[in-house]
Antibody
């Protein structure tokens, strides 16, 4: 059974940093593209970032501030978030890509809440 | 800044058919944008329905289908059930980076 468990969320001041983790199990982690998606309270979904093979991709809204990475030996995906802004406040979820596709979001975690506020 | 546009809301009768669309401000939506569709009910995580235009996940009910319709991507629900009332999001990929549409609130009435 595919399981994705996010952690690392919390309250941070504007301009601060936070690192999110996504612990994966139930599949061969290194073989799949992985993504981060966020949803602000009461708002729609926003794609944040993805890693596929050695390539990384970012939404314009986070480019230069967020860094996605993975440790295949630990089956863990990360999102380093710097220079955080109030508009980054959201539930952050990690997602596994579908088999045979370098894009897409097949399985989702339940998310970790990030609140940026003074 | 590319914008992905969906109908804000649609209403359908139980047993009916409805098509939700997904447009790109950059032009014609093709299979190269790998259209994805998701269903989200209040308080729940999004549930993937369709990936890469028309591929269903193992849990996707047969009444859901994805396609390209004119210049847009489309999600068609045939034989709508009351439990299909939800918010639906499309996702398009632009050279690896994704952009979600604003969502369509589907009411079954």
């Amino acid at each position: 059974e595919v399981q994705l468990l996010e952690s690392g969320g919390g309250l941070v001041q504007p301009g601060g940093s936070l690192r999110l983790s996504c612990s994966a199990s139930g599949f061969t982690f290194s073989s799949y593209a992985m993504s981060w998606v966020r949803q602000a309270p009461g708002k729609g979904l926003e794609w944040v970032s993805a890693v596929a093979g050695s390539s990384t991709f970012y939404a314009d809204s986070v480019k230069g501030r967020f860094t996605i990475s993975r440790d295949n030996s630990k089956n863990t995906l990360y999102l380093q978030m710097n220079s955080l802004r109030a508009e980054d406040t959201a539930l952050y979820s990690c997602a596994k890509g579908p088999t045979g596709s370098w894009v897409g979001l097949e399985y989702w975690g339940q998310g970790t809440l990030v609140t940026v506020s003074s | 800044q590319t914008v992905v546009t969906q109908e804000p809301s649609l209403t359908v009768s139980p047993g009916g058919t409805v098509t939700l669309t997904c447009a790109s401000s950059s032009g014609i939506v093709t299979s190269g944008y790998y259209p994805n569709w998701f269903q989200q009910k209040p308080g729940q995580a999004p549930r993937p329905l369709i990936y890469s235009t028309n591929n269903k996940h193992s849990w996707t009910p047969a009444r859901f289908s994805g396609s390209l319709l004119g210049v847009k991507a489309a999600l068609t629900l045939s034989g709508v059930q009351p439990e299909d009332e939800a918010e639906y999001y499309c996702l398009l990929y632009y050279n690896g980076a994704g952009i979600f549409g604003g969502g369509t609130k589907l009411t079954v009435l």
